[in-house]
């Protein structure tokens, strides 16, 4: 009987002694958890510049094959207009007073 409760102190001793590195040791779990949470977070980066990566490929491949893209960009960004078209600027001054409603006609909807 004697063997049994040494044997059993030994085992108790082992457990405590895996349950305590579990714990406390390196690599411990709450050192996984925190280096789960910043590879979750690297993960969520990553897609975001992924998508970035795959609408910039876009872009170059339309640039690289498309005169739509470029003729779009020199419009915009650089105002050019082709051979023959006229280009129309609309100014809104601010200067003027607003425009006044019309009165409604006589004899209209709802007399």
Do not use: C, T
Not at 20 to 46: E, F, I, M, T, Y
Not at 53 to 77: T, Y
């Amino acid at each position: 009987m004697r063997d049994w409760r040494w044997l059993l102190l030994v085992l108790a001793l082992v457990v405590g002694l895996l349950q305590h590195r579990l714990w406390l040791g390196p690599g411990n779990s709450g050192q996984v958890q925190a280096l789960q949470a910043q590879v979750d977070a690297q993960k969520r980066d990553n897609e975001g510049l992924q998508q970035r990566n795959d609408a910039l490929a876009a872009e170059v491949m339309d640039l690289k094959d498309g005169e739509s893209a470029i003729e779009e960009r020199a419009r915009s960004e650089l105002g050019m207009i082709k051979p023959g078209e006229k280009f129309y600027r609309v100014v809104e001054s601010s200067g003027l007073p607003p425009a006044q409603p019309q009165a409604p006609l006589a004899g209209g909807v709802g007399q």
